[in-house]
């Protein structure tokens, strides 16, 4: 039961286009998940961000995250923000 419930919510989450970004990751990759093609990612990235980019450039979690807004979804970005205030923590 329990099973069926988190697979109902995950299924609506991504209906939502809600992108879970743990860290850098390629263009290639970034488009997978977020269900667009590769070319369309790096269109987006060359003509609003002014970023060169082929698909297999792995891009910083900022920038990830400004491509996945340009395109309308919403980024879970909680993970990569924990582990940038533990390293403030340590320094």
Request: proline letters at 2%; a negative charge; aromatic letters at 10%.
């Amino acid at each position: 039961m329990f099973i069926d419930v988190l697979l109902f919510f995950w299924h609506e989450l991504t209906l939502f286009g809600l992108c879970y970004i743990s860290g850098p990751m390629t263009v290639a990759d970034l488009a997978e998940l977020m269900e667009e093609k590769a070319v369309s990612v790096i269109k987006f990235l060359m003509t609003d961000l002014g970023v060169m980019a082929a698909m297999t450039q792995s891009l910083d979690p900022a920038t990830c995250t400004a491509v996945v807004e340009g395109f309308g979804m919403y980024v879970d970005d909680d993970d990569w923000d924990d582990e940038d205030d533990e390293d403030e923590d340590e320094e």
